[in-house]
């Protein structure tokens, strides 16, 4: 009887183990669940720690927040400083200030009256503008397709 289980045991053992190292490329890259091999660049600045998505998932059709928007610009171009830079709405030590502050003092993103950054507020078409005026500035072999503005 003994002789029996044996063989069975290790082919169990084998099988098991061929199972747990053909998973291990999946474990080491997780992208998001909500991104198909068509977007494979979004699991790319996910891998870059350029946009961290939330509860797994990168949410395309959600609204995106000046607070975030400053993290995506701020990671995007490596900025940093703006420690000059006071927001009367922007708590102190918070995740998002560095990055806003950084985002405003290298012109990407701008504040309202009395230095106030609404991070809350959802990103605007002008905010948006703003981003691309800066990057054609900078780099003047961008070339945005006028058609493509609406």
Sequence with gaps: ?????????????????????????????????????????????????????????????????????????????????GDDIYFTDVEEGIWYESYAKSAVAAGYMNTFDNDVFNPDQLVTCNDLFLLVEKAVKEDNTLRPDPKCIA
Excluded at 24 to 52: H, Q
Excluded at 61 to 67: D, H, L, Q
């Design 1 to 81: 009887m003994q002789i029996r289980r044996t063989p069975a045991l290790i082919f169990s053992v084998i099988l098991i183990f061929s199972l747990v190292i053909g998973m291990l490329p999946l474990l080491a890259v997780e992208g998001f669940s909500d991104v198909t091999d068509e977007f494979a660049y979004v699991n790319e600045l996910k891998k870059a720690g350029i946009v961290v998505g939330y509860n797994g998932k990168f949410n395309g059709e959600g609204e995106v927040t000046r607070a975030s928007f400053s993290v995506f610009i701020s990671k995007t171009f490596g900025l940093a400083g």
